[in-house]
């Protein structure tokens, strides 16, 4: 089972006639996606492999159902780009630009939430339901990452992400969906904002998240799971333990400070709420199966 | 970017927030001139981004013009760290000192403005010990600062009423004009003065653009004193995300949390990290670039790890090799790279004579055995 | 029974220790409206007849709890003063202030509807709970119009309500909750979103509804009968049936134009949506009798 | 409060708008001149509040200066209506006729641009026919106008493209910016002209004020233009809503909506009304300036409707018993004052000879039966 995106979402993409957009659009309907037509202002008429392009969403939504965007556009239009979205009632969007000024992060944030949607982004990969659909950045199934199976993923990474998910499938599980937050300071939808999806699809057994350093969502996932608004067996890997405070390791989300965002208290309170915490990556296999008994 | 104080003050007072007279001067004979100006009694205030800057004496105050000569003389020799501009400033007869920041809250989606009648270098222990002396008002950017806040802002200063609440009401509105015009991720006044016939004005400034912003701020460029080391301030210049230290493994990874991780793993196993480095993202393709900045360190090994979906395996395998041939690095090179076409990359690698590893974690305990005098 | 305003209620008074907010407080609370703190800038630590004052809402629930606010505030700070509830958490808010300038009607009503509060006004006498409670500026229980019983009453106007109701009375009902949703252009609550409230109140048996020309609150109604999501008997009387096209007759909210905003239009949609239409005061009675069949 | 149209042109000039080039002028010999100005070839536009200008014969184009003359002392001198300003505006020579608007959509809290490709005098035919040919966009006040919803506007225009399409997107942004910082409840242009080469052109000019913002309105007044008679005119310096009609009844009541009702009573009954006067609210303690107004009319009788609780009715009777003994009305007073003090009200009433009555319906029906030849 999947959450977020099945083959039945019915997606439109923004920016779909670009050089990203047409590349990954090809990609996304390899991989299952239900591509139902895109926007590109000025190229209405015109199609990107059969699929229809639209001046705006409007004018899409005319002719086409849609329940879910796709953003390839800049950063300094993303802003734009999602409220368009949102001003048409879409639910599920989905941003991959990095660089998205830091002031119009918070009032995508603000306006989302607002709306009641779920803004994946900026900055992240996308959203993988193993060999059923994809919104994002992944060109092919890489066998020993992408396997289907039970296992829910949520992660502010992408690379550590992969390596995190290999030791899954080593382990002998698949993933049920990978929902990439993004790696920006300030994500559109937060971790314990997803976890509802894993909590509520029979088809999730348990959950792995990838966090780090910095900001406060791991504090956040570990309160849910405290407060028992998340039941289902939950392990989670932290980056950034030995950091060296105060200095900046890779984006801007992993800045520690204040009381919050060291590694050390993410992994205490996770701990303490009755999560599992892999301090390496290959870790992460064996505290699945001591959790889910297998 | 964080700015110096002069800058975020000067952004201060174009926004109309009252900063004291100053000069900014870069030899001890400018200093002179600058505190005869002001009227001897001054401040000299050492140009530099980090914190603390009081309690590590870079900030003295001065009585005569050429007693700021001689400590502006003495703050430009420190070579601890690089000082190269002062700020002489006219010292202020302060009666308080009160704290106003704003920033941003990532949960709400708002912009965040702290605020404390208790301001000054204490802040930080007075934020862990009773964080309810801290108010906290969240802004919705598109409805903007409401007149409310503005209020509830200056009570929480503890400058209601009279004149000197008018001036402080104005400091929140221009510090969130200042936060908004400059895409700040921080604005922060701390200490705001309060003098002795009630005025206002900021002691201190900070101020951080947002990085992603930067294009439409013009004016401001990153100089030698925001970066740690040279390597740093040359690798920021190209784009590339580098951290200094002084272990003996050169990280050449990409993905953020990915190099991370392998810094933790280095930690854990014993070893040393000489930098870190970056080279994922848009920078997939420069691997030599990025390997001519991981041997400026004096490493032992480089340890390039990266598990990559569009920053291709391949790609960065050619890149790593051709950096290899070109700059003939005399330290040893382990490669864990892994992803998209990950056989031509474990191909491409094994053909120059490198023996390509598929596990980070084994690949780190061969990285910092090989610096403990293990055998490659 | 009551709806929005009962004994059980806890509220506060932006603007209390002005005349008017003084004036009409104690008014209120004569009425049987439980006032637990008011807000004025620069005054904490005041009182008004023993009821504290403080200088921000922020201030008065760090030590009461409070769930409406009632505002006594000039046109031109009737906005900064409603955001400032809605920050607070409060989702009932009564504004009586006539003459709010349009635009920031438009920002509060939009403000408003994020929120999930109900406002009502501006240029409202306000809301009775009869024989119960009050908000807003009634100054004491008119026996001929405010008798307590089973009718809901929503209203645009003042003195109208006051010629309807008694109507109501001399029918030998009485009335639930009259809700006075204001006569400026932009209400900020509409007929339509009051409907829940007496649908839902086992004590209102019947809703009499006082429109006039202009708008479309009253088509809105209409709609929500016919779509089955109303089902209690209605009664409307909508004033301005005869009203020359084009004329300013009073408040701004009275402009007919466009397709809808005619009485005759009104009356039409809500005839036949089954409601019953009064052509003249003395026909609410007899209508709800009919329609209650008593 | 509307604005004529060379207000509203002078607003959108200022913000950046494109409007042709025009003279305003009060006499014949002013026209001619301007017409010279202009190259002969000109638009003489009467500047009235009324709609529909084209078709009623108030806008005329003339082929030359003395045509202009001719034409503007032949619509200054109309007799139907006031016409003291006329403005001279160059012709332009379009190729189509496009419609663009912004007002206030009360259900969704936010401001509403319609726009269409169809502009011109037939939009309001078009509106009813044909309402999807008119795009609506509506705005978040807080958020502000967006990149993709001015695109969109500039689609529904169909002038999306090169050099118009940008023209066309400056304008929906100013006037937006219009509508914005004037407060306005409609800023409108139809026609947007679109000339031979591609420019975009605002053909005419609509600016309403909010009435509720008028005081942070500076340098517009209302002028007798802007009513139907001198007594509205004067009531409205007074702030008291009142409206000419030519029937018997003159009516003094308290309450918008009671006002209403009452005069849909009178046309039920078979009566007419001479006036529309409310004075409750703030003005419930003006009942003599009110019955000034109303004794205005040529009336049969003066109908006193009320049904206040702030309103007291004792209050407002003695207004009127106040205003009765210094104006001494020549026709009878019919008076139905309820509410709060009703009781001091009717001793008020019944001492100064008056006979109370206290249904709404029953007073209509006397009045209107004394208009007719009954008895008081």
Redesign the interface.
């Known amino acids: 089972m999947s959450v977020y995106i099945t083959r039945e979402n019915k997606v439109l993409i923004q920016g779909m006639t670009g050089q990203e957009g047409s590349y990954w659009t090809r990609h996304m309907r390899d991989l299952g996606t239900n591509v139902v037509f895109g926007v590109t202002p000025g190229k209405e008429g015109q199609d990107v492999d059969g699929v229809p392009v639209f001046h705006s969403i409007v004018n899409g939504i005319k002719a086409f159902e849609a329940d879910t965007a796709m953003l390839f556009v800049p950063?300094k239009f993303t802003k734009d780009a999602v409220f368009e979205a949102l001003d048409a009632g879409i639910k599920k969007i989905v941003t991959v630009a990095?660089?998205?000024?830091?002031?119009e992060?918070?009032?995508?944030?603000?306006?989302?939430?607002s709306c009641g949607a779920m803004v994946l982004g900026g900055n992240t990969?996308g959203v993988i339901s193993a060999g059923e659909a994809m919104l994002g950045?992944?060109?092919?199934w890489?066998d020993r990452v992408y396997k289907p199976g039970t296992i829910g993923v949520m992660?502010?990474?992408?690379?550590?992400?992969?390596?995190v998910t290999?030791e899954v499938v080593k382990a002998g599980f698949g993933l049920s969906t990978l929902i990439g937050v993004g790696?920006d300071?300030?994500?559109f939808t937060?971790f314990v904002e997803v976890l509802p999806l894993y909590q509520a699809d029979p088809g999730t057994k348990a959950v792995v998240m990838?966090g780090?350093?910095g900001?406060?969502m791991e504090e956040?996932v570990a309160e849910a799971i405290a407060a028992g608004f998340f039941t289902k067996p939950l392990v989670a890997?932290i980056?950034?333990?030995?950091?060296p405070e105060g200095?900046?390791?890779?984006?801007?989300g992993?800045i520690a400070g204040?009381?919050r965002g060291t590694a050390k208290g993410k992994v205490e309170l996770l701990e303490k709420a009755g999560a599992g915490v892999a301090?390496?990556?290959?870790e992460v296999g064996p505290l699945l199966r001591q959790a889910l008994g297998t | 970017m964080k700015l110096f104080e002069y800058q975020a003050k000067e952004a201060f007072a174009a926004a109309g927030i009252p900063v004291p007279k100053s000069r900014l001067v870069t030899d001890p004979a400018q200093a002179r001139a600058a505190a005869d100006e002001l009227g001897g009694h001054c401040v000299v205030k050492a140009q530099v981004l980090t914190g603390g800057r009081g309690k590590a004496g870079l900030i003295k105050l001065a009585g005569s013009a050429a007693e700021a000569e001689a400590l502006s003389a003495s703050l430009l020799g420190e070579t601890r760290q690089i000082i190269t501009r002062l700020l002489i400033e006219e010292a202020v007869d302060f009666k308080r000192e009160v704290y106003l920041s704003i920033t941003?809250?990532?949960?709400?989606?708002?912009?965040l403005i702290m605020a404390s009648a208790d301001g000054g270098v204490d802040i930080e222990h007075l934020?862990?010990t009773a964080p309810e002396k801290i108010a906290r008002v969240?802004v919705?950017?598109?409805?903007?600062l409401?007149?409310?806040?503005i209020?509830?802002v200056v009570?929480a200063l503890g400058l209601?009423?009279g004149e000197t609440g008018k001036q402080a009401a104005a400091v929140v509105k221009n510090l969130y004009a200042v936060f908004?015009k400059h895409?700040?991720?921080l604005a922060e006044i701390n200490p705001l003065f309060v003098t002795a016939d009630g005025s206002v004005v900021a002691g201190d400034g900070k101020l951080i653009i947002?990085?992603?912003?930067l294009s439409?701020q013009a004016g401001y460029e990153l100089t030698r004193e925001h970066f740690d080391s040279d390597t740093e301030f040359e690798a920021a210049q190209d784009g590339i995300?580098y951290?200094q230290f002084d272990g003996d493994i050169s990280l050449m990874?990409?993905?953020?949390?990915?190099?991370?991780?392998v810094?933790?793993?280095i930690?854990?196993e014993g070893g040393s990290v000489a930098n870190?480095l970056?080279f994922?993202?848009p920078n997939y393709r420069r691997a030599k670039r990025a390997m001519e900045l991981c041997l400026k360190n004096d490493c032992k090994v480089l340890l390039v790890v990266?598990?990559?979906?569009?920053?291709r395996a391949d790609v960065m395998a050619e890149g790593v090799v051709e950096a290899m041939n070109e700059l003939k690095p005399r330290v040893p090179i382990i490669t864990c790279i892994?992803?998209?076409n990950e056989e031509e990359a474990t191909a491409t690698l094994r053909k120059a004579g490198l023996e390509p590893m598929f596990d980070?974690?084994e690949a780190v305990r061969k990285a910092v055995a090989l610096c403990a005098g293990g055998k490659s």
């Open positions: 950063p990095e660089g998205v000024p830091l002031q992060m918070l009032q995508i944030r603000k306006a989302a939430l990969s950045m992944f060109p092919y890489i992660t502010r990474s992408g690379s550590l992400t992969n390596e290999a790696g300071q300030v994500p937060r990838v780090e350093l900001g406060s956040e890997f980056g950034g333990r030995t950091a200095k900046r390791m890779g984006h801007a992993a204040g009381g301090k390496r990556p290959s | 941003v809250d990532a949960v709400a989606g708002k912009a934020a862990a969240l919705d950017l598109d409805q903007g409401q007149a409310f806040q209020k509830n009570f209601a009423g908004r895409d700040a991720e947002d990085d992603n912003s439409r995300p951290l990874c990409a993905g953020a949390g990915l190099t991370t991780t810094f933790d793993l930690n854990y870190y970056e994922g993202g990266t598990f990559g979906t569009i920053a892994r992803g998209t980070t974690e």
